[in-house]
């Protein structure tokens, strides 16, 4: 089997932190209004804002981003004899990651629409993006959830048995998996989340120049 380039792998790996920035860039774009909470008022102006739908747009795209990322160290840990795990640590990623764009596509096009009617009179409104959020929503986002917290503990059991990435970089991407996934209405847990993507991203990248500088 012909495995890509490592300069392919890395570009790919570059995904992660980047992705990292991206919604970190998101997050304080929208002052981390999501639901609606007891500023109803702040919620309709922040959410009708252009500066939201922009967020929101970013914050997509940090999402789907990490997919080429997590491919490429599906690839890279392949070549390592864990490639098992390393292949159901991806699946579990992917479909975790892409889970969550439905409810994220809600929060995009509905929040806005819903928060200029709250503004022009139509006060029950917001309780109706609660509603789709805390429902049929909350049962894909669960799902998700456990998909990709699952996928990045198996990616850190394939860092963890391959031996040739410390396993440092494996729990914070657990960790990140974890926080991200459960700690939805924390700021400063979703802050961490991404940071803890930002500095495995970087490790893994820096793991697989090294390892290639050191084979030549």
């Known amino acids: ?13 570059w995904t ?35 500066s939201y739908r922009i967020a929101q747009y970013i914050y997509i795209l940090a ?8 491919w490429a160290l599906y690839i890279y840990l392949s070549q390592h004899k864990v490639e098992t795990l390393a292949f159901w640590g991806l699946m579990g990623a992917l479909l975790g990651t892409g889970l969550p764009l439905t409810t994220l596509g809600v929060f ?6 819903l928060a200029n009617l709250y503004l022009h009179g139509e006060t029950y409104l917001p309780q109706v993006i609660t509603d789709i959020a805390m429902g049929s929503s909350l049962v894909v986002g669960i799902s998700g959830a456990i998909l990709y917290v699952g996928g990045c503990f198996l990616f850190g059991l394939a860092l963890w048995k391959s031996k040739v990435i410390s396993k440092l970089p494996g729990v914070f991407l657990f960790l990140h998996a974890l926080l991200i996934s459960f700690g939805f209405g924390s700021p400063a847990m979703l802050v961490l989340s991404w ?10 990248i820096s793991s697989v120049q090294k390892a290639s500088v050191s084979s030549k």
């Open 1 to 13: 089997m012909q495995y890509p380039s490592t300069k392919r792998l890395i570009f790919c790996l």
């Open 16 to 50: 992660l932190p980047i992705s990292g920035i991206f919604a970190l860039i998101a997050l304080f774009l929208r002052k981390f209004f999501v639901l609606p909470g007891a500023d109803l008022v702040g919620w309709a102006q922040m959410v009708a804002s252009d």
């Open 63 to 70: 999402y789907v981003l990490p997919f080429f990322g997590f």
């Open 108 to 113: 995009t096009y509905t929040s806005p629409a």
């Open 195 to 204: 940071l803890l993507l930002i500095i495995c991203g970087m490790w893994f």
